[in-house]
């Protein structure tokens, strides 16, 4: 009984290692791995239509992006991908 035990305990550390390590890639890659085309793609048709990036000029978008960056929740970081690939795209 004490080595099932033993077991069992080797067995469940294993099991939390391997979670504790997997939340740890997830959440980076989620972090560092969206392009500001993507963000832009997936944040900005909540509301209306995506704009497009010729729309507006580099000092616009800058503008638009903190405005937007209130209205669509997003962070500092992704409200810069998406400005950057705004200003690079028009
Ligand atoms: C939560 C809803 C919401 C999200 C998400 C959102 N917007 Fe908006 N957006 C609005 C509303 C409402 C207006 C119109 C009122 C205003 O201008 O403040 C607007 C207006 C705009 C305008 C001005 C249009 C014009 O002709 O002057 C632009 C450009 C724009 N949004 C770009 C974006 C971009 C880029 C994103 C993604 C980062 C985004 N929006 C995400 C709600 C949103």
């Known amino acids: 009984?004490?080595?099932l035990n033993y077991i069992l305990g080797i067995i469940f550390s294993v099991f939390?290692?391997?979670i504790a390590l997997q939340s740890c890639t997830?959440?980076?890659a989620v972090i560092t791995g969206k392009s500001g085309a993507q963000l832009w793609g997936e944040?900005?048709?909540r509301c209306h239509n995506s704009p497009s990036?010729?729309?507006f000029?580099?000092?616009e978008?800058?503008?638009i992006?903190?405005?937007?960056?209130?209205?669509?929740?997003l962070t500092k970081e992704e409200t810069e991908k998406i400005i950057e690939f705004l200003s690079s795209a028009n």
């Open 1 to 3: 009984m004490k080595k």
């Open 57 to 59: 000029t580099d000092e």
């Open 26 to 28: 997830t959440s980076k």
């Open 16 to 18: 939390i290692s391997v």
């Open 61 to 63: 978008w800058k503008t």
């Open 53 to 55: 990036p010729v729309d």
């Open 65 to 73: 992006g903190l405005h937007m960056q209130v209205r669509a929740n």
């Open 43 to 45: 944040n900005c048709v």
